[in-house]
């Protein structure tokens, strides 16, 4: 009897600790800040957050590019709600965004045209893809 209870316990015990190893972490989330090309705008600076390897790894050869080289704008889906994107009243969707050469004319503008009209590039065009945009940097914990 007690050779079964110790058995029951090993095997329970083994059981607990084998599944939470053996899960796969989920890939960590990174942000980037992204700027824009000045058009005599004054700061127009915004976030952006993802999670998928692909992505990242464009952002960080963008970023070993010298800035005047950087050539690559975001393009991506964007909602209502601050979500740690500066002062702005809207983000990018985390993972619902990319780097793109070149993007349709109707989601290009300003971080500060989506502002004034939130409504209608979220609910309308769905879209933000500053042509003017780049990446400046990773934002990392101090």
């Known amino acids: 009897m007690k050779m079964l209870i110790l058995l029951i316990s090993v095997l329970f015990v083994a059981g607990c600790g084998s599944s939470g190893s053996d899960a796969p972490s989920p890939p960590a989330e990174r942000k980037f800040?992204?700027?824009?090309?000045?058009?005599?705008?004054?700061?127009?600076?915004?976030?952006?957050?993802?999670?998928?390897?692909?992505?990242?790894?464009?952002?960080?050869?963008?970023?070993?590019?010298?800035?005047?080289?950087?050539?690559?704008?975001?393009?991506?889906?964007?909602?209502?709600?601050?979500?740690?994107?500066?002062?702005?009243?809207?983000?990018?969707?985390?993972?619902?965004?990319?780097?793109?050469?070149?993007s349709m004319e109707l989601c290009d503008g300003l971080p500060s045209d989506v502002e004034k009209d939130i409504d209608y590039w979220v609910d309308t065009v769905g879209r933000f893809c500053p042509w003017a945009s780049y990446v400046k940097k990773e934002i990392t914990r101090d």
Request: glycine share 10%; charged share 30%.
């Open 33 to 102: 800040l992204f700027g824009i090309r000045s058009y005599g705008t004054g700061e127009q600076d915004f976030i952006a957050v993802s999670s998928g390897p692909e992505v990242i790894s464009r952002v960080l050869e963008e970023l070993k590019k010298p800035v005047s080289d950087r050539k690559q704008m975001i393009n991506g889906a964007i909602t209502r709600g601050n979500d740690g994107n500066r002062d702005w009243s809207w983000h990018f969707k985390p993972d619902d965004w990319d780097l793109a050469e070149i």
